[in-house]
C-alpha cells in the first residue's frame, strides 16, 4: 500500500508505541503535521523548541520510554541543539525529528536551510538526513533502536520536504540490519573471576553507583551487592534513588557537593566497584590523588568510558544488569564492620554541621523548605530541577528512596531544563505527583513553558527559590573571587503575577510558618500551581570540593551552636 513520507513517519511513530510528540511547526516540516491528524499521537505545543527537547527528555528519564521532539528547518532545528546535547551527556533515549528543506535545494542556502546534522554530530549517538520516501521506514526503526539500546542517547532525524510528500510502497522493517552496532552485554567469565578475587580482599570496599544502574533497571541487583558484600553505597548526582536513600548502607550523593563521609569513604577506600558511572570530574576532583590506595572495578557498557578519566583493575563490560547478575552469585557473603563503623563516626560528624542541625532564627532557607517538600510529600514525588544551588539543596535534602524520581541534568548543567523536563515528566506519569524545583535563574530560561503547561493542563506543582542571585556562581565568587559579584545580582519578575497572568494560582513565602501550607495549598489544587519561595540570598551550599581539589580537600559548612 502506498503512503507518503509523513505518513510512514507516523506508522511507523504508532509501531514504537510513541504516544506523545513535543514540538514545533514550520514550513520544513508542515507535511508531517498535516499528516499527524490521521494518528493517535497526542501533539505538544512547546513555546521554544529548546522545551521540546527537554520535555522529550524529562519524559524518557522518567518512563524509560523514548521521548520524541520535533521542529522545522533552520532555527527550529538548532534550537534543539542544547536540549539534544543534555541529552547526550545523561544518556537519555531521545530521537529528534527536524523538516528540512527538499533535497535539490541543498546547499543553495535556502530559507530556512542549515546542516543540522552536520551541527548534530558530536552531541548525537547517530543522525540520519532522510532524502527519499523509501528510506523514512528503516530510519525511523533504526533510530528508536539505536536510542533505546545499549547506552542510550539522542537521535536526529533530518526529513528532507520531498521525502515527506513522495508516495511509496509502505513495509514496516520487523528485522533491524546494523551489522557494526552491537552493545555488549556479557562480560567475560575470566573477568568476573579477577573481580571477585578483589572483592574478597577488600576491607573498606566501596559501591560507586551512576545512572547506569537506573538506565539498566538494575536497582534490585545493586542491593543484592551491597547487602551480600555489606559494602556501603555512594551515589552519582544522576544515580540517586538506585538504593534507597534510607537503605543503611546508603551514602547518599558524592563529589563536589556530596556527602562529606562519602567523599572521605571514598578517598579511604581500598576498592571501588564502580557500576554504570563515568569517574565525571565532579565526582572525582583531583584525578592524580582520588582514591589513591583503591584498586577498582569498573562495571560499564560502554567500552570508551572505561579508562578514559580513571585506569581501573578489573573492566567489565557489558549491560550491568546481566553483569551483576552474573557476578552475585559468585560471590561470599562479607562483614566489614569496623569499616561500616568508621564511616558511622563521619556520618555524626557531619549531623553536627548540617543546616537542619541550626537553630530557628526566624529565616527561610532553601534546604528547610526543600525537607519540607519532602516530608510532606512523603518522598515520593517525581522531582524535576533546572541547575544551580536549589539543584544540589534538592539532591541534598529531598531523600530518594526510589528510581526515577529525580529529573535533572547532570553532565551539562543545562540551565532552564526543570521546567520543561518537569512537563515531560508529568506525561510519562500522569498518576503520580510532580513538582519543579528552581531558581529565579534557571526557571527563568524558559518559563514560556508555562504557557504549555496551562495548555496541556499539566499538573505539575512549581517551587521557585528565589534568592535574587545566580547562586551558584555567586558562591564561587564568594568562595574564590573575593566576594565580587560581577554579572550575578539578579531581577526578575513578579512570579506570582506572572503565574496568575498565565491563569495559575499561586503564592509567595518569605516565613518559615508559611512553608508547609503553602506545599499543601499546591497539592490540594488542580492543574499547574506556582508557589515563590523567598529564600536567603548569600547561604551556600555545603560541602564543596574546590575545581581541581582532592575529593576530601572539601570546604565544610562551620558547626553552629
Known amino acids: ?52 527537547a527537554h520535555m522529550a527528555d524529562g519524559y524518557a528519564r522518567a518512563s524509560g520510554k523514548v521521548g520524541v521532539a520535533m521542529a522545522t528547518s533552520g532555527p527550529g532545528a538548532t534550537n534543539l541543539v542544547t536540549g539534544i546535547a543534555t541529552a547526550m551527556m545523561d544518556s537519555s533515549p531521545i530521537v529528534c525529528i527536524t523538516g528540512q528543506v527538499p533535497v535539490h535545494l541543498i546547499g543553495g542556502d535556502a530559507f530556512q536551510e542549515t546542516d543540522v546534522t552536520g551541527i548534530t554530530l558530536p552531541i548525537t549517538k547517530h543522525n540520519y538526513l532522510i532524502t527519499s520516501a523509501d528510506q523514512v521506514a528503516r530510519v525511523v526503526r533504526e533510530a528508536f533502536h539505536i536510542a533505546r539500546s545499549g547506552r542510550p542517547g539522542p537521535v536526529l532525524i533530518d526529513f528532507c520536504k520531498n521525502a515527506q510528500i513522495e508516495e511509496t510502497e509502505f513495509e514496516y522493517p520487523e528485522e533491524i540490519e546494523l551489522p557494526g552496532y552491537r552493545p555488549p552485554t556479557r562480560a567475560p567469565r575470566a573477568d568476573l573471576e579477577k573481580a571477585v578475587r578483589l572483592i574478597e580482599e577488600a576491607e ?46 546508603s551514602l547518599g550523593m558524592m563529589g563536589m557537593h556530596g556527602e562529606a563521609y562519602a567523599n572521605n569513604a571514598i578517598q579511604n577506600a581500598d576498592l571501588l566497584i564502580a557500576l554504570g558511572m563515568r569517574f565525571d570530574d565532579r565526582v572525582t576532583g583531583n584525578l592524580r590523588t582520588y582514591a589513591p590506595r583503591a584498586r577498582k572495578i569498573h562495571v560499564e557498557i560502554d567500552p570508551s568510558e572505561v579508562h578514559k578519566n580513571v585506569v581501573v583493575d578489573v ?129 527563568q530560561m524558559t518559563q514560556a513553558e508555562l504557557s504549555t503547561a496551562v495548555q496541556e493542563g499539566a499538573n505539575i506543582k512549581i517551587a521557585i527559590m528565589n534568592n535574587h542571585f545566580l547562586g551558584m556562581v555567586r ?71 574546590p575545581s581541581g581539589a582532592d575529593l576530601d580537600a572539601m570546604i565544610r559548612r562551620p558547626i553552629r551552636k
Open 1 to 52: 500500500m502506498k503512503k507518503t513520507g509523513a505518513e510512514i513517519l507516523w506508522e511507523c511513530l504508532v509501531r514504537e508505541g510513541v504516544e506523545v510528540v513535543f514540538g514545533y511547526p514550520g514550513g520544513a516540516i508542515m507535511p508531517v503535521y498535516d499528516a499527524m491528524l490521521e494518528y493517535p499521537v497526542h501533539h505538544v505545543l512547546v513555546r521554544h523548541e529548546q522545551g521540546a
Open 204 to 249: 573498606r570496599p566501596v559501591i560507586l553507583a551512576g545512572h547506569g544502574v537506573l538506565m539498566s533497571g538494575a536497582m534490585e541487583e545493586l542491593k543484592m551487592l551491597a547487602v551480600k558484600t555489606q559494602t556501603p553505597v555512594a551515589m552519582t548526582l544522576l544515580g540517586l534513588g538506585a538504593l534507597p536513600a534510607s537503605h543503611p548502607l
Open 315 to 443: 573492566p567489565l563490560i557489558g549491560d550491568l544488569k546481566t553483569v551483576l547478575t552474573d557476578l552475585i552469585p559468585m560471590l561470599d557473603e562479607y562483614e566489614h564492620e569496623e569499616w561500616l563503623a568508621q564511616i558511622d563516626e563521619w556520618k555524626q560528624e557531619t549531623e553536627q554541621r548540617s543546616i537542619m542541625a541550626w537553630p530557628d532564627d526566624g529565616k527561610l532557607y532553601t534546604a528547610h523548605a526543600i525537607r519540607a517538600l519532602w516530608e510532606v510529600t512523603g518522598g515520593d514525588s517525581i522531582v524535576a530541577t533546572g541547575v544551580g544551588q536549589h539543584q544540589m539543596w534538592a539532591a541534598q535534602y529531598y531523600h530518594f528512596d526510589h528510581p526515577y524520581r529525580l529529573i535533572t541534568s547532570g553532565g551539562a548543567g543545562t540551565m532552564g531544563f526543570g521546567l520543561p523536563a518537569a512537563i515531560g515528566a508529568w506525561f510519562a506519569h500522569k498518576d503520580k505527583e510532580v513538582w519543579l524545583v528552581d531558581g529565579d535563574g534557571s526557571f
Open 475 to 545: 558562591q564561587w565568587q564568594e568562595f574564590f573571587f573575593d566576594k565580587r559579584y560581577a554579572a550575578t545580582p539578579l531581577t526578575g519578575p513578579d512570579f506570582v503575577k506572572l503565574a496568575e497572568a498565565h491563569g495559575i494560582p499561586a503564592r509567595r513565602v518569605t516565613k518559615p510558618e508559611d512553608v508547609r501550607g503553602a506545599i499543601s495549598f499546591a497539592q490540594e489544587t488542580p492543574g499547574p500551581v506556582l508557589v515563590e519561595f523567598v529564600v536567603e540570598k548569600e547561604e551556600a551550599v555545603y560541602p564543596m570540593v
